[in-house]
């Protein structure tokens, strides 16, 4: 049974651009939910996808969007990106994140820097 | 407005002694509780966790301890081991949330002596 995977390990964007993060759950888990580590803190929900549909959201703009797949992928997406959003993004999968609590798995992260 | 609060930044132990990290919330909604650990570069993972109907819950050298009225959650690991040095993360749930999002503290970073 692999874990879960994400990529890519770093990257650097400048103010405006928009990125793209992905993740690759553990086999069989229908849920996804991305985290924003800022430096110093703890990692804070953003939205979590359950059989590719949105359940569930943070407070963050629009400009953070997502899309999950049926193959256990899933991606991030953030447009015009801001000097803020410069923190580490971590995915969690879980088998299903609707009907009770079930583990999260968390994937090792993508390090994103905004210049 | 944090809803779940860790106050010591870091703390520092003798290997074969106790740890104790605290973690305080302040949403009485939350019905489940969770400690994870990080080491740099790697993501979370879970630890140990407790529903709000217990007040103590234990697996090895690690127990958590949770007091509903004073909203306070403590991890105590016992004996203390070199291999223990990571962050550890309080995190809180409730099950009135479809998502059960996970709502976490800013981090205790441990390091154990040898």
């Known amino acids: 049974e692999t874990g879960v995977t994400q990529s890519p390990t770093h990257l650097i964007k400048t103010r405006g651009q928009q990125v793209t993060l992905r993740c690759s759950s553990q086999?069989?888990?229908?849920?996804v939910s991305w985290y924003q580590q800022a430096l110093g803190q703890g990692p804070q929900f953003i939205f979590q996808?359950?059989?590719?549909?949105?359940?569930g959201r943070g407070n963050f703009p629009p400009r953070f969007s997502g899309l999950q797949f049926p193959n256990y992928s899933s991606e991030l997406n953030v447009n015009a990106l801001e000097l803020d959003d410069s923190a580490l993004y971590l995915c969690?999968?879980?088998?299903?994140?609707?009907?009770?609590?079930?583990?999260?798995?968390f994937g090792p992260g993508t390090r994103l820097t905004v210049l | 407005d944090q809803q779940v609060k860790q106050n010591s930044p870091s703390l520092s132990v003798q290997e074969g002694r106790i740890s104790i990290l605290n973690c305080d919330y302040t949403?009485?909604?939350?019905?489940?509780f969770l400690w994870y650990k990080k080491y740099p570069a790697e993501g979370p993972t879970f630890l140990i966790s407790i529903s709000s109907i217990k007040d103590k819950n234990e697996d090895g050298r690690f127990t958590v301890f949770l007091n509903k009225s004073a909203k306070h959650l403590s991890l105590h690991i016992v004996p203390s081991q070199p291999g223990d040095s990571a962050v550890y993360f309080c995190a809180a749930s409730s099950g009135l949330d479809s998502s059960y999002k996970l709502i976490f503290g800013s981090g205790t970073r441990l390091l154990v002596r040898p």
């Open positions: 969690a999968s879980s088998l299903d994140g609707t009907s009770s609590y079930n583990e999260q798995f």
């Open positions: 086999s069989g888990h229908n849920t």
């Open positions: 996808y359950y059989r590719e549909e949105e359940n």
């Open positions: 949403n009485s909604m939350f019905d489940y």
